[in-house]
């Protein structure tokens, strides 16, 4: 394979990441198979040789991969892999033809919705492809646009007739027990009932997206969620408001005359206002006054889109950019009152399937459309468990973002626990942010808020959101809360109501944050005492806390953590050396604290000697972990370090806990011989992790930027 494979110590089984590279490398081409007579055997395949052992699979450039495994002669393959395969990626993407999509189409809808894929990323997208782009993430979301775009060997696929021809040869009674949308299918990724006036509700729109949504329920799951009962128990009524999945519509709205009306080429209802949805229909509501009438506020030439020969030849890829992107967040700062150019899909081509888990979106910038898509997609997407946008110029459309979550949680069943969001720049504080997006989903788990720069809008917000510093915050489920401040100020008083509605906190991060005063540490200390009993891990990286001595010792001091980091944070700046003598006495009477890191600060090898008393005798730390990464440690200050570590193990016969130390990008290369000694003889002790870094490169690099 020639390289390291990343993350190479977490690899259980090497014979499978083998097998599972060789299949990459034979698809894309890096491995020639007709320059080995055993690999270019007509008797032998190797993609299919190697497909069962495919966990993880990434497409790049012109998507030539999915070409190749949907062909036919590759049936097999795909069979397999949709079966082995768990998480798809997608790397540096571009513009496609319609005969590509096709295939991509196909691949997606075997792997995903018939397979086993529940993790979808996307890598350094720069000019993404607004077709390809909602396609992945449509699919990802569990729609499929039926029709020739996935036709093989059978129209539908032979996965999709035979589940029709299942629930045709259902009695009525079974149908009717099964209720039009099947239980097992919602709750494995079907995610998509609720009602349009839940969207008015949340958002304060008027029926401008409303009804614009209407016509787009069958394909976009835009709605909020309706109670738990009308979600699992209420039949789908096409008169009903709380219609359930795009399936179920599909199914009632079999009627003629209801076609019919879709199909009109319907004129755009431009400047008029209409009324929202009514709230409530009663079962005995006349089936031809489907919401008054149906009609479109997409623009003349997207009506089309709803002709009887629309949905013939080709499928009309373009088509995939008509998730309604009209409804959910319309009336905020940087989304448009209507749907605009993307259109609307016809609701004949609507179908939902199983979704992924996991989406992650890196480096791909999305536009004000494409964003409201993504958050149309989420509002009731129940089966995703892990959301992570990054670099993708969120800026504004945190608006979208935020109204997506507030339906999303609505959602009983709603299975998200996992957000992580990073930009260069946000409309919002970094805390304020945070406080939004808790208000909105109090189900996370795990939330990490993260930009570069300090937010150029300061004081105003997006038109629509009210201040989320006045907003309450209902009691969370929040475990890990990571926040990387672009060179804000910490003001304790705001963060206080997440720490106080976040009883189950087990870790905090906070990172590039300024302390506007010598209290605010103090207090924020204080609060996570009152708060926060179940705190485990803090952690403080580029924060200056030089002048916060007392509080560093009281965070030393404290009977419960169990890991705290203080990485680059200038701890001995102006410190004398009382200040590393209480460090180290702390450390030593401290039984629950397990891990300590400190990577850049500055330790050089008098202060790490010094460090090694932790282990003496008299001690009753239970320190497993030390990261000293970054420190200016010289080859003799390791040996050192060593020799006294070891007099300490002897003193205490053996009896140590100590089993890691980090030694990072330290000046290590000066004196290769010394190093060594001393690394052999660390070894003995516990495992250590280090590099071969070159200090001399390193500081030639830091001159040259000065």
Not at 657 to 665: A, R, V
Request: proline share 5%; charged share 25%.
């Amino acid at each position: 394979m020639k390289t390291r494979p990343p993350n190479a110590k977490n690899i259980t089984c090497w014979r499978k990441k083998f097998l599972e590279t060789f299949f990459s490398n034979v698809l894309h081409g890096v491995l020639d198979v007709s320059s080995d007579r055993r690999l270019s055997d007509p008797h032998f395949s190797p993609l299919l040789h190697s497909s069962p052992h495919v966990s993880q699979l990434t497409l790049c450039n012109t998507l030539q991969g999915a070409l190749e495994l949907a062909a036919e002669h590759n049936q097999k393959v795909l069979e397999n892999l949709a079966v082995s395969l768990r998480t798809l990626k997608f790397q540096h993407l571009l513009s496609s033809d319609q005969s590509v999509r096709r295939s991509l189409v196909l691949l997606l809808h075997r792997l995903i919705h018939h397979g086993s894929v529940n993790q979808v990323s996307m890598y350094s997208w720069p000019v993404p492809d607004t077709v390809l782009l909602v396609l992945i993430l449509s699919m990802s979301a569990g729609f499929c646009r039926l029709g020739n775009a996935i036709t093989y060997r059978s129209s539908p696929c032979g996965l999709c007739r035979e589940e029709e021809k299942a629930r045709s040869q259902e009695s009525p009674h079974e149908r009717a027990e099964r209720g039009c949308c099947d239980e097992g299918e919602r709750s494995d990724g079907k995610n998509k009932e609720a009602p349009a006036e839940a969207d008015t509700e949340v958002n304060g729109c008027q029926a401008d997206g409303g009804l614009n949504s209407v016509l787009s329920r069958p394909t976009s799951p835009l709605q909020n969620p309706v109670s738990e009962e009308s979600s699992s128990k209420v039949p789908c009524d096409p008169t009903s408001v709380q219609g359930g999945s795009s399936l179920c519509i599909l199914d009632q709205l079999s009627c003629q005359r209801v076609l019919r009306k879709k199909r009109r080429r319907l004129k755009p209802a431009v400047g008029k206002k209409r009324r929202c949805l009514r709230q409530s229909r009663g079962p005995q509501a006349d089936p031809e006054d489907l919401y008054d009438f149906v009609f479109t506020v997409a623009r003349e030439d997207n009506s089309g889109l709803f002709d009887k020969n629309s949905t013939t030849e080709g499928e009309n890829a373009e088509s995939w950019t008509s998730l309604s992107t009209g409804s959910l967040c319309t009336g905020h700062a940087g989304c448009k009152k209507r749907g605009g150019s993307a259109g609307i899909f016809s609701l004949k081509a609507a179908k939902c399937f199983r979704s992924v888990s996991t989406l992650e979106l890196f480096s791909i910038p999305l536009t004000g459309e494409t964003w409201r898509t993504l958050s149309n997609l989420l509002s009731s997407w129940v089966s995703l468990e892990n959301l992570v946008l990054c670099y993708n110029g969120l800026d504004a459309n945190i608006s979208c973002i935020l109204s997506a979550l507030r339906a999303l949680s609505r959602h009983s069943d709603c299975q998200l626990r996992v957000l992580h969001l990073s930009d260069v720049s946000s409309h919002l504080p970094c805390v304020e942010l945070v406080r939004c997006i808790l208000s909105a989903f109090p189900r996370l788990h795990t939330l990490s808020v993260s930009f570069d720069l300090k937010t150029q809008l300061e004081g105003k917000r997006p038109e629509g959101n009210p201040s989320c510093s006045e907003a309450e915050i209902p009691e969370s489920c929040l475990e890990q809360l990571e926040i990387r401040f672009p060179r804000e100020p910490l003001h304790t008083t705001f963060l206080l109501p997440v720490l106080k509605a976040s009883k189950s906190l087990q870790q905090l991060s906070l990172e590039s944050a300024t302390l506007p005063g010598p209290q605010e540490l103090g207090l924020l200390l204080e609060a996570l005492r009152e708060c926060n009993p179940h705190l485990k891990k803090m952690g403080f990286y580029d924060v200056n806390l030089a002048q916060h001595q007392k509080e560093v010792l009281l965070l030393l001091q404290d009977p419960v953590l169990q890991e705290i980091t203080f990485s680059f944070c200038r701890l001995f700046e102006s410190s004398t050396a009382e200040f590393l003598s209480e460090i180290i006495n702390a450390v030593k009477r401290n039984s629950s604290l397990k891990s300590l890191r400190l990577p850049g600060n500055r330790l050089g090898n008098d202060r790490l000697v010094a460090l090694a008393g932790i282990f003496s005798e008299d001690s009753s730390s239970s320190l497993c972990r030390l990261d000293v990464s970054s420190n200016c440690i010289k080859p003799d200050g390791l040996l050192e370090f060593t020799k006294k570590l070891e007099d300490h193990i002897q003193q205490r016969g053996g009896q140590i806990q100590f089993t890691h130390l980090c030694l990072f990008q330290n000046w290590l290369d000066q004196d290769a011989e010394t190093a060594q000694e001393a690394l052999r003889r660390l070894k003995a002790v516990c495992t250590v992790v280090s590099d071969s870094w070159d200090s001399s490169q390193a500081f030639a690099d830091y001159v040259s930027v000065m």
